[in-house]
């Protein structure tokens, strides 16, 4: 069985842009969740998907959003990027349910200059 | 808030010596604990899952153990070897952070041959 897929892995944005990022989960897990790991600050929880809905949000600015699709992918939008937003960003599926394990992505990494 | 702490942040062995990893959170209200190994520059891999109502696990020579009510949970590495060298994070899920998990700052392993 396939593992979490992202992409692009690497990415080099301009401050100001804005960059979409991509995720698959494993075949037949429904929830996917999304972490920004820096050196300063380590892993963190963004927000998590399930059936296409937002469950649960972290504690980041309106400028990162997600979406996911009827087929579970999902995509996650960083709009008018800081420097700040330099980061390993990974993306993690598991099965419904508080019980499972979650597995995670190779993750994007995104170097805004 | 949950916080999670990890001792050491850093540990350096021969190869060949048995190993405990620490960690620690400060809520015990957790469904369960998961243990990560994260190569340099990449995605997280889970090594143990850890559920609140059991005391340990074990894969191969890796052992995590969990004290729920002291809010602690150790992994065990048995006979490392420099493959094993890498960063470990725990990781809780909290009974209403849905599947949000929150992780420590890791462990950086090194072992040399």
């Known amino acids: 069985k396939a593992g979490v897929t992202q992409t692009p892995r690497y990415l080099i944005k301009t401050r100001g842009q804005q960059v979409t990022l991509s995720c698959s989960p494993i075949s037949g897990h429904r929830s996917v969740s999304w972490y920004q790991q820096t050196p300063g600050q380590g892993l963190q929880f963004l927000f998590e998907?399930?059936?296409?809905?937002?469950?649960n949000k972290g504690n980041f600015p309106g400028r990162f959003s997600g979406r996911q699709f009827s087929n579970s992918r999902s995509e996650m939008n960083v709009s008018t990027l800081e420097l700040g937003d330099s980061a390993l960003y990974l993306c993690?599926?598991?099965?419904?349910?508080?019980?499972?394990?979650?597995?995670f992505g190779p993750g994007t990494r995104l170097t805004v200059t | 808030k949950q916080e999670v702490t990890q001792i050491p942040a850093a540990l350096s062995v021969p190869e060949g010596e048995n190993l405990v990893l620490n960690c620690s959170f400060t809520d015990s209200a957790i469904y369960n604990l998961q243990w990560f190994r994260q190569d340099p520059g990449k995605g997280l891999t889970s090594l143990l899952l850890i559920q609140s109502s059991q005391r340990e696990q074990t894969s191969g020579r890796l052992n995590a153990s969990l004290d729920k009510s002291s809010g602690r949970s150790t992994l065990y590495i048995a006979a490392s070897q420099p493959g094993d060298s890498a960063t470990y994070l725990c990781?809780?899920?909290?009974?209403?952070?849905?599947?949000?998990?929150?992780f420590g700052e890791g462990t950086q392993l090194t072992v040399n041959p």
């Open positions: 993690a599926s598991s099965l419904e349910g508080r019980f499972y394990e979650q597995y």
């Open positions: 990781a809780v899920r909290g009974e209403t952070s849905g599947s949000r998990l929150t």
């Open positions: 998907y399930f059936s296409e809905t937002q469950r």
